[in-house]
């Protein structure tokens, strides 16, 4: 029986006003930007943060590059890559995503903040809060429930279908933080067939679960 985890929003609340490349976005912006992603995960479960993802609702790329004339674009997926105050960063407009076969990268566009986190992964990878003040844990999906429950949760039937690399992630959050399969997350990875998806996304996951 998995153990859950009692979730640290003062932790949370601490690491959104202190993180020192947060609070040069938050200084820069000037439309509503949201953390999304791990970096909620691990900062409600007090583990390290290595990764910052933001969205916003609309075109990332004038506050990007605001903020690092030399950040990378990748038009196709909508998301930002850049250095802010030393730390990388990842800045992505909110989008939906659909996948033309198993295993395909998935075709995108712009979409609401609600649609960002209803394409994602497992419950307790899709929430969100605005990093200015006075903001609330958006969380439609139940993910601190599951934390709570110390269970890993897909968002739907097709997830595994969708992006069958979500199979191994799957365990490698498994053995990070001791959580259990929810019981229909569990049958639906006994089918995942991984022919679809290419060797070196593979073995991108491999690599991350060598690490862990």
Same mark, same amino acid.
């Given at each position: 029986?998995?153990?859950?985890i009692?979730?640290?929003?003062n932790?949370?609340?601490s690491?959104?006003?202190?993180h020192p490349a947060?609070?040069?976005?938050? #200084?820069a912006?000037?439309q509503?930007?949201y953390?999304?992603g791990?970096?909620?995960r691990d900062g409600?479960?007090?583990?390290e943060?290595?990764?910052?993802?933001?969205?916003?609702?609309?075109?990332?790329?004038?506050l990007?590059?605001?903020?690092d004339p030399?950040?990378?674009i990748?038009? /196709?997926?909508?998301?930002?890559?850049?250095?802010?105050?030393?730390e990388p960063?990842?800045i992505a407009?909110?989008?939906t #995503?659909?996948?033309?076969?198993?295993?395909a990268?998935?075709?995108?566009?712009?979409?609401?903040?609600?649609?960002d986190?209803?394409?994602r992964?497992f419950?307790?990878?899709a929430?969100?809060i605005?990093?200015?003040?006075?903001?609330?844990?958006?969380?439609?999906l139940?993910?601190?429930?599951?934390?709570k429950?110390?269970?890993l949760?897909?968002?739907?039937d097709k997830?595994?279908v969708?992006?069958?690399?979500?199979?191994l992630?799957?365990a490698?959050?498994?053995a990070?933080?001791?959580?259990?399969?929810?019981?229909?997350?569990?049958?639906l990875m006994?089918t995942?067939?991984?022919?679809?998806?290419?060797?070196? /996304?593979?073995g991108k996951?491999?690599?991350?679960?060598?690490e #862990?």
């Amino acid at each position: 029986m998995a153990t859950g985890i009692d979730p640290d929003y003062n932790r949370l609340a601490s690491l959104i006003w202190t993180h020192p490349a947060i609070a040069r976005v938050r #200084e820069a912006a000037s439309q509503p930007v949201y953390l999304v992603g791990g970096a909620i995960r691990d900062g409600l479960a007090d583990f390290e943060v290595d990764d910052i993802d933001l969205v916003v609702e609309g075109d990332p790329v004038p506050l990007a590059t605001s903020l690092d004339p030399d950040a990378r674009i990748n038009e /196709r997926f909508g998301t930002v890559n850049l250095l802010v105050e030393g730390e990388p960063v990842d800045i992505a407009t909110a989008r939906t #995503e659909t996948y033309p076969r198993p295993g395909a990268l998935p075709e995108v566009k712009a979409g609401s903040l609600e649609d960002d986190l209803v394409r994602r992964d497992f419950t307790i990878n899709a929430m969100a809060i605005g990093i200015g003040r006075d903001s609330e844990l958006i969380d439609p999906l139940g993910g601190i429930a599951d934390l709570k429950s110390g269970v890993l949760r897909v968002l739907h039937d097709k997830s595994f279908v969708d992006d069958p690399t979500r199979a191994l992630r799957a365990a490698r959050y498994a053995a990070r933080f001791g959580f259990d399969l929810e019981p229909k997350t569990a049958e639906l990875m006994m089918t995942v067939n991984t022919s679809s998806v290419s060797h070196s /996304r593979l073995g991108k996951e491999l690599r991350l679960i060598a690490e #862990e």
